[in-house]
């Protein structure tokens, strides 16, 4: 279960990205939905994957007045930004560590709920990852999932995807079946799932997660001159209004808690 993330991205990088998030309308709205259907209870010990920057990290340290929250990431600028913003916090209820190589760094059972915010494509085997978050749930737990919902269009799909594994080899667009079935092979029974889409508008690049990908592949779309696909990116994704750095349009997020 090797890690894809980015080992060399630096504490400038890590700031640039935390500030597009803290941009982003998204960022702030996922996060309620991820908590309202992981239906928390005040007391429990939840594991953030994948946890980058620590934006959901955050919203569990106050979700858990009486538990305990932990995020694990793989890039060391990350980790030191996520505990910089915990100590401003002031709260002890959450941390966060480096983890790198094949496994979880915890014992089997240890946690009520697992949570992996758009993290799959830091997993270069995303069902063995699956496994590896069902190992460290306690039985009756719950994974609580968030993931881009792959576009209708096969075509835009597939260039979404070419474009998004120019940065991250891994990267996949999945479709509420092929999640679910993923889930499934896993050894989890998924309780609920649900799609949720977020308008935006004149958040420029740092208002969409994972934002400089869909910009770049707008780029490529036009640079190749492809109007049929460029129209069904900008019917399905964002158009650019008065300029590039203006877009508006929607975007889906699936969102899935499946139990142990």
Same mark, same amino acid.
């Given at each position: 279960?090797?890690?894809?993330?980015?080992?060399?991205?630096?504490? @400038?990088?890590?700031?640039?990205?935390?500030?597009?998030?803290?941009?982003?309308?998204?960022?702030?709205?996922?996060?309620?939905?991820?908590?309202?259907?992981?239906?928390?209870?005040?007391?429990?010990?939840?594991?953030?994957?994948?946890?980058?920057?620590?934006?959901?990290?955050?919203? $569990?340290a106050?979700?858990?007045?009486?538990?305990?929250?932990?995020?694990?990431?793989c890039?060391? !600028?990350?980790?030191?930004?996520?505990?910089?913003?915990?100590? @401003?916090?002031?709260?002890?209820r959450?941390?966060?560590?480096?983890?790198?190589?094949?496994?979880?760094?915890?014992?089997?059972? !240890?946690?009520?709920?697992?949570?992996?915010? $758009?993290?799959?494509? &830091?997993?270069?085997?995303?069902?063995?990852?699956?496994?590896?978050?069902?190992?460290?749930?306690?039985?009756?737990?719950?994974?609580?999932?968030?993931e881009?919902?792959a576009?209708?269009?096969?075509?835009?799909?597939?260039?979404?995807?070419?474009?998004?594994?120019?940065? &991250?080899?891994?990267? @996949?667009?999945?479709?509420?079946?092929?999640?679910?079935?993923?889930?499934?092979?896993?050894?989890?029974?998924?309780?609920?799932?649900?799609?949720?889409?977020?308008?935006?508008?004149?958040?420029?690049?740092?208002?969409?997660? $994972?934002?400089? &990908?869909?910009?770049?592949? @707008?780029?490529?779309?036009?640079?190749?001159?492809?109007?049929?696909?460029?129209?069904?990116?900008?019917?399905?994704?964002?158009?650019?209004?008065?300029?590039?750095? &203006?877009?508006?349009? !929607?975007?889906?997020?699936m $969102?899935?808690?499946?139990?142990?």
């Open positions: 279960m090797d890690i894809i993330y980015e080992p060399e991205t630096s504490y @400038r990088r890590a700031l640039q990205i935390d500030r597009m998030w803290a941009d982003s309308d998204a960022g702030a709205k996922l996060c309620a939905e991820i908590l309202n259907i992981a239906s928390l209870k005040g007391d429990e010990t939840a594991l953030d994957a994948a946890c980058g920057s620590g934006l959901l990290l955050q919203a $569990l106050e979700a858990l007045p009486n538990g305990r929250a932990i995020g694990v990431d890039s060391p !600028a990350m980790v030191r930004l996520s505990q910089a913003k915990l100590a @401003r916090l002031k709260n002890g959450a941390a966060v560590m480096y983890s790198e190589g094949a496994d979880l760094i915890f014992k089997a059972s !240890a946690f009520d709920v697992v949570f992996c915010m $758009l993290g799959l494509y &830091h997993f270069s085997n995303p069902l063995a990852a699956l496994k590896e978050m069902k190992r460290v749930l306690k039985k009756g737990g719950r994974l609580v999932l968030c881009y919902e576009p209708a269009d096969p075509e835009l799909r597939a260039t979404l995807t070419e474009s998004f594994q120019l940065a &991250h080899p891994g990267y @996949r667009f999945y479709t509420g079946p092929e999640l679910y079935a993923l889930v499934s092979e896993a050894g989890l029974s998924r309780q609920r799932s649900a799609t949720q889409r977020f308008t935006f508008d004149e958040h420029g690049i740092g208002g969409l997660p $994972l934002g400089v &990908h869909f910009f770049e592949t @707008r780029f490529m779309l036009q640079k190749r001159g492809d109007q049929n696909l460029l129209a069904s990116f900008d019917g399905n994704v964002f158009r650019p209004v008065g300029r590039m750095m &203006h877009p508006k349009g !929607a975007l889906d997020f $969102l899935v808690r499946a139990v142990k």
